[in-house]
């Protein structure tokens, strides 16, 4: 069963700030999962990626698979980007990617104006 | 193409009530899973199904709570005699039937038990 790691858990920054969000899991992935969920919101999928790197505006996502980690990166991060960012992997690993998810605890972040 | 729609958003019932969440997976899945986040706690598995099949139960408690996927209609997570600790937001998510693929979700249930 493949557990996940988040750090940091909290963390206020003030506009404009790059910001970075870690993620760790103990068992090899298909794909990894970045979501996005704003106070009292749904779950928005921000990336799923399973090498190198992804970017979508100001976001940017890396994996290392050998080290089993992946990185969020926010660039000019901004008051709006204010939310948790939840790190997900497959639940066991088999391969085929239909497999349920697990969680990170989440980064609750807060952007200061 | 609609998301991934899940009703109601908000569900009030009494201790000892039966609850019934519904999600209706995007065009074109036929594979949803449901997630539980408490209070203050993250998001946990609780079942993933595929058209009338259950194909992993293992995140679900196995008194009260129930989930099924017709082959008409939206899946249903069914939870009877409902307690104070099943207060929570449920998540349906949705995938097409190919590995590797993005998650798509609803915009959840939040289920209150007064």
């Known amino acids: ?113 | 193409n609609a998301g991934v729609m899940q009703n109601p958003r908000h569900l009030v019932r009494r201790r000892g009530q039966e609850a019934r969440l519904r999600c209706s997976p995007m065009k074109g899945h036929s594979h949803v899973y449901w997630y539980r986040q408490l209070p203050e706690e993250g998001l946990k598995f609780m079942v993933y199904l595929q058209k009338e099949n259950i194909i992993d139960e293992s995140g679900m408690p196995k008194e009260r709570f129930s989930a099924e996927f017709p082959k008409e209609g939206p899946s249903i997570l069914r939870i009877q005699q409902v307690v104070r600790g099943d207060s929570a937001a449920y998540f349906c998510a949705s995938s097409p039937d190919r590995p590797n693929t993005e998650a798509f979700f609803g915009q959840g249930t939040r289920l209150t038990v007064v």
């Not at chain 1, 988040?6 to 979501?35: M, R």
């Not at chain 1, 704003?38 to 698979?65: C, D, E, Q, W, Y």
């Open chain 1, 1 to 113: 069963k493949n557990e996940v790691e988040q750090s940091p858990q909290n963390l206020t920054a003030q506009e404009g700030e790059f910001i970075t969000i870690n993620c760790s899991y103990s068992v090899g992935i298909s794909a990894l999962h970045w979501l996005q969920q704003h106070p009292g919101g749904g779950i928005v999928s921000l990336f799923m990626l399973s090498s190198g790197k992804k970017k979508h505006g100001r976001l940017i996502a890396t994996i290392n698979i050998q080290e089993k980690h992946s990185s969020l990166h926010i660039t000019a991060s901004h008051p709006r980007d204010s939310a948790v960012y939840i790190c997900a992997v497959p639940l066991i690993y088999s391969g085929g990617g239909a497999d349920g998810l697990t969680f990170g605890k989440g980064t609750h972040l807060i952007i200061q104006p």
